[in-house]
Nanobody, 121 residues
């Protein structure tokens, strides 16, 4: 069972930055994509960004140009990062990391416990 751990959340002012990290315990064969989702109070969980083992990235329109997803060691990435710049109050949410075997199953986890991001205006 792949375990996923997020870190790096916190409080920032609008216009500020935060960097999230996600580490997984899966092997090179069990994790081929990683991604971030977020869930704001009273709302459904939504896609934020993803990155494949080959480095192909995808972003939600709401974060394009502000957030950057990356991963360590392209040969065997085990840690993913989300650099969040120009934060807005609407970015406030619990951010969850997913590390599945394929990009197609990204919305289904496995998930971490989440890390809270609060952006004040």
């Amino acid at each position: 069972q792949v375990q996923v751990v997020e870190s790096g959340g916190g409080v920032a002012q609008a216009g500020g930055s935060l960097r999230l990290s996600c580490a997984h315990t899966g092997s090179i064969f069990s994790v081929n994509a990683m991604g971030w989702y977020r869930q704001a109070p009273g709302k459904q969980r939504e896609f934020v960004a993803s990155i494949t083992r080959s480095g192909i990235t995808n972003y939600a329109d709401s974060v394009k140009g502000r957030f950057t997803i990356s991963r360590d060691n392209p040969a065997n990435p085990t840690t993913m990062f989300l650099q969040m710049n120009d934060l807005k109050p609407e970015d406030t949410a619990v951010y969850y990391c997913s590390a599945p075997q394929s990009l197609a199953t990204l919305p289904f986890g496995p998930w971490g416990q989440g890390t809270r991001v609060t952006v004040s205006s």
